[in-house]
């Protein structure tokens, strides 16, 4: 099993450009999640869902856009790329709520 | 709101001491909770997860307790070794919710 795949790793991007950071899991987890980490603000909750179809608003949804149409995969979505989005962005899985949580390696994103 | 705080935020010790670091919450009423390992620059890996109805989990020489009704959680790490260095997170899952909420670390270096 490869766990939960993110890619890129690194990417650089202009201020108003788009992109799509990719989430993929092999374990059939039902939920998946995006978190994003800063010096000093720790990780924090983008967007998450519960299943393909099912998504949902975390503590900083704002910039950012999901969808899930399959179970194995769960995009992230800069609509226009601004410096405060420049962050290290971890994706997670996990079967249900009483399990653990897996997470990627992370995208590390800079926003110029 | 769930709050999570991790004290202390960094902890030098030197090889083979015992050391414990704290987490606290807000709300009791969560799912569980885990502990995770960070290297720099690298992903989270999940060491314990504790559910709301156990007292502890143990792992090789670590140990995770939860006092629920306190809101607090103790990771013991056993005979420190320097390959312990790393950013300790813990988080819980909040009764109903499918993601975590993560405290800022704490940031331990073992030295030889």
């Not at chain 1, 194995?72 to 226009?80: G, H, K, T």
């Not at chain 1, 790329?81 to 709520?97: E, R």
Request: aromatic share 8%; charged share 15%.
């Amino acid at each position: 099993n490869a766990g939960v795949t993110q890619t890129p790793k690194f990417q650089v991007l202009k201020t108003g450009q788009s992109m799509t950071l990719q989430c993929a899991q092999d374990m059939n987890h039902e939920y998946m999640s995006w978190y994003r980490q800063d010096p000093g603000m720790g990780l924090r909750l983008i967007h998450y869902s519960v299943g393909a179809g099912i998504t949902d608003q975390g503590e900083v949804p704002n910039g950012y856009n999901v969808s899930r149409s399959t179970t194995e995969d769960f995009p992230l979505r800069l609509l226009s790329a601004a410096p405060s989005q420049t962050s290290v962005y971890f994706c997670a899985s996990s079967p249900d709520s009483y399990q653990p949580q897996h997470f990627g390696d992370g995208t590390r994103l800079s926003i110029l | 709101k769930q709050e999570v705080t991790q004290i202390p935020a960094a902890l030098s010790v030197p090889e083979g001491e015992n050391l414990v670091l704290n987490c606290s919450f807000t709300d009791s009423a969560i799912y569980n909770l885990q502990w995770f390992r960070q290297d720099p620059g690298k992903g989270l890996t999940s060491l314990l997860l504790i559910q709301s109805s156990q007292r502890e989990q143990t792992s090789g020489r670590l140990n995770a307790s939860l006092d629920k009704s306190s809101g607090r959680s103790t990771l013991y790490i056993a005979a420190s070794q320097p390959g312990d260095s790393a950013t300790y997170l813990c988080a819980v899952r909040p009764g109903g919710y499918s993601t975590l909420t993560f405290g800022k670390g704490t940031m331990l270096l073992v030295s030889p």
